[in-house]
């Protein structure tokens, strides 16, 4: 049976090079920039909503965080006389992350689905660990400035493989035949014995 013409990727070009539809691509585009923004916006906000009397939506936001970050105030950033929803590290990860989003389209094609090499990831996480690593066992004292910077780091690099695995499970063909009934029902029928089939003609 020839294969469905949508499914057809050119064999001159890798799978994980193909470009993607524009809207698809602006569409994930956007949601990681919200979401970014969002983060970034909940953790200052947290602080300012409690300076403004508004304690339930605060405290929402601080157990919100609770999860993901120790929120040691020694170890924060202040705002309006209170910590961040975040600790310092964890602040710069979200920011760079953030900021990293909103110029990924300046940087990198917004149709590409292939990710750097994972070396790039472990190259930005290595200032990190060794400035974890220093204030662990007493050899230096990290400031919240060095926190901040190397969680940045982290952050901004990990945008170029959120966003193309984004990308690629977003766009793929086996994502949108998830969803389709179409498909569905030629999988179970492919799935029957070939008896029940004719017997069912």
Request: charged share 15%; aromatic share 12%.
């Amino acid at each position: 049976m020839p294969a469905s013409l949508y499914g057809y990727v050119p064999q001159c070009v890798k799978a994980e090079q193909r470009l993607e539809p524009r809207g698809r691509a602006l569409a994930v585009w956007v949601a990681v920039v919200a979401g970014g923004l969002l983060f970034v916006a909940s953790i200052t906000g947290a602080p300012l909503a409690l300076a403004g009397g508004h304690t339930f939506y605060a405290e929402v936001i601080y157990r919100g965080f609770r999860f993901a970050c120790h929120q040691m105030p020694e170890r924060s950033f202040y705002l309006a006389g209170h910590p961040l929803a975040v600790c310092a590290r964890c602040t710069g990860i979200y920011a760079g992350f953030a900021v990293a989003a909103l110029g990924y389209p300046l940087v990198r094609s917004m149709r590409r689905v292939d990710t750097p090499g994972r070396v790039w990831l472990l190259a930005a996480s290595l200032p990190l660990a060794v400035d974890f690593a220093l204030g662990f066992f007493g050899v230096w004292e990290n400031t919240h400035l060095s926190r901040f910077a190397t969680g940045a780091l982290v952050g901004a690099v990990s945008v170029f493989y959120v966003v193309p695995s984004l990308l690629d499970l977003v766009c793929s063909r086996r994502w949108r035949d998830f969803f389709s009934f179409e498909a569905a029902r030629e999988k179970r029928e492919k799935a029957l014995p070939r008896e029940s089939r004719s017997s069912g003609s």
